[in-house]
Structure formats: C-alpha cells, structure tokens
C-alpha cells in the first residue's frame, strides 16, 4: 500500500503505526554526516542533549573540531570525529565500515549534501558525478551499513536531510531535485520494508534555513537571500521539527508551514501543469539579468 505522508509535524493524525522512537529511552552512538555545520551540527548538538554519543562525519577538520568542542562545552559530551569526503566512493566505503563495527549504533542522519546550481548542460561530467555520490550513493551505502545493527536490536532511526525541491522542478537545479526526490522516495520505501521492526525512517524536507549552503551558492542567488525573513527557518527548528516527527511515527517531514502547504500542492499530478509553468515565470523572475 501507499504510504500516508503526514506533512505537519504536531496534530492527531497519524501514518499507520511503525516504530515510534521514544528518544528520551534512547543511548548509544548517533552518526551524523554533514556535521561541520548548519543542520548537521544542530542535529548534533541536540543529540548530545538528548543523551547520544555524536560522531560527526564532514570532510572540513578544523569545522569538525569546533563543532565537537562546543558540543562538549554545552553538553560535557565528547564526539567522535571521522573526517570524510563523502562524493569520494572509496572515502563512503570506508565510513560505511566503520559504521557496521558500532555495536551501539541508534540513530544515523544522512545530512551531507551541498547545492548544484546552473545549466545541466554546462555543468561539467564530474560535478554532476561528485553530487549523484554525495546525495545518492552515499546515504543508500550508509544506511544499507546500518541497519542490520538496528534490525537485530529492534530500535534505531536513520534520518534522510531532504529538500522540499524534491516535490519539484527546478530550471538550473535539475541534478539537485532530482537527487533529493531519490532521497525522500529511499526513505518511503524504507521505512515501508522495516514497519514493525522497532526500527524508523525519515524524510526530512526543509525549505530555506539561515545556513551556509545558501550563502556557497553565488550571487545567483542574492535575490532569494532576500526573501522575507517568514520563509527562512533556523537549523535548530528543522532538527526540532525532525525529532518531533519521529517521535510521532512520520516519514515525512516537510518544515515551515509555507512549505508543508507547497509540498501538498506538488503531491497533486492534476495541477502539475500549472505548478510546472509558476516554476518558469518565477525562475524568470528570480534569475540574475
């Protein structure tokens, strides 16, 4: 059957049950990559909160290490430090290793991504190649690591960082979109296999967050910058937002009410044609003379 996508993160409904994961009960070790900022390193922080023993997976050390120090001034918890490149195969095979040898392993949130932004056409054979790795292979290498730790304990929750662009189409973002549908549809038909299992999975969506990604992306993209302080949200609401959503047995988590309300309209096929030509004149719009 379908999965039911619940697109809010508080309210009566609920998907049909799963695994609810009661984090409050949960210890071990959490892997978070991504982690040297924004929503990896508020993701971190929280789990420290909460309890968990990060282990933080970026490819910039000096980053990893201020974020594992602040962790532990916060927190007194001390993280782990893994550094890796993961749009580099043999540097996902090795952390995936690493991974199926934590006896303890509860949560793993496939966070690492980055923006693509330009014409498919010109953009070269090996970016396009770096992005497929960093947002295809290596969160379906990790999390193929994971879970059989998860499953023969019957608890864990792998956590997949979207984007509400999966519900769209983008001019100049095609390899982005389309690399984020495939993390939101891994993550349905995961958490579809593992029902029952103690084990939970999610698709996290945010829309704009205040981080560095957007601020790496050019002045392209000056103008959205600029875009009303309602429509961006913090790393720290995301992660909240995520948690929550897990704790309510929710496989999709869509942030921000601007964005729950698009993502509902991009689930629609019969006002696709009128969503795919709003995406053109707002493209038009929005893209540098």
């Not at 993502?263 to 006002?271: E, I």
Request: contains cysteine; glycine residues 8%; hydrophobic residues 45%.
């Amino acid at each position: 059957m379908r999965a039911t996508y619940l697109l809010d993160t508080v309210g009566p409904v609920r998907s049909r049950r799963g695994a609810q994961v009661e984090l409050n009960k949960l210890s071990g070790t959490a892997v978070i990559t991504g982690a040297s900022s924004g929503i990896g390193a508020a993701y971190a922080l929280e789990l420290a909160r909460r309890g968990l023993r990060p282990v933080l997976v970026a490819r910039r050390q000096g980053l990893l290490e201020e974020v594992a120090a602040r962790i532990h001034q916060v927190t007194g918890v001390t993280c782990e430090i893994w550094k890796a490149d993961l749009s580099r195969r043999h540097q996902v095979e090795e952390v995936a290793v690493k991974l199926e040898a934590i006896p303890d392993l509860s949560m793993l949130v496939n966070n690492a991504g980055l923006g693509l932004v330009g014409k498919f056409d010109c953009t070269d054979a090996a970016t396009h190649a770096g992005t497929l790795e960093l947002h295809v292979v290596a969160p379906t290498l990790l999390s193929r690591a994971a879970l059989p730790g998860m499953l023969m304990r019957g608890c864990g929750a792998i956590v997949f960082t979207a984007s509400v662009a999966a519900f769209f189409w983008l001019p100049d973002n095609v390899n982005y979109c389309t690399t984020k549908a495939f993390d939101v549809m891994l993550a349905d038909c995961l958490a579809q296999e593992v029902r029952g299992t103690g084990v939970a999975v999610q698709a996290l969506c945010p829309g704009f967050v205040r981080t560095e990604f957007h601020d790496r992306l050019g002045p392209e993209w000056e103008r959205i910058r600029r875009l009303p302080r309602s429509l961006w949200l913090s790393p720290e609401q995301v992660v909240a937002a995520s948690l929550a959503g897990l704790e309510r047995d929710r496989p999709l988590v869509v942030t921000g009410l601007p964005y729950r309300l698009l993502a509902a309209l991009g689930r629609q096929p019969l006002l696709h044609p009128a969503l795919r030509a709003a995406t053109r004149i707002w493209h038009r719009r929005t893209a540098c003379p």
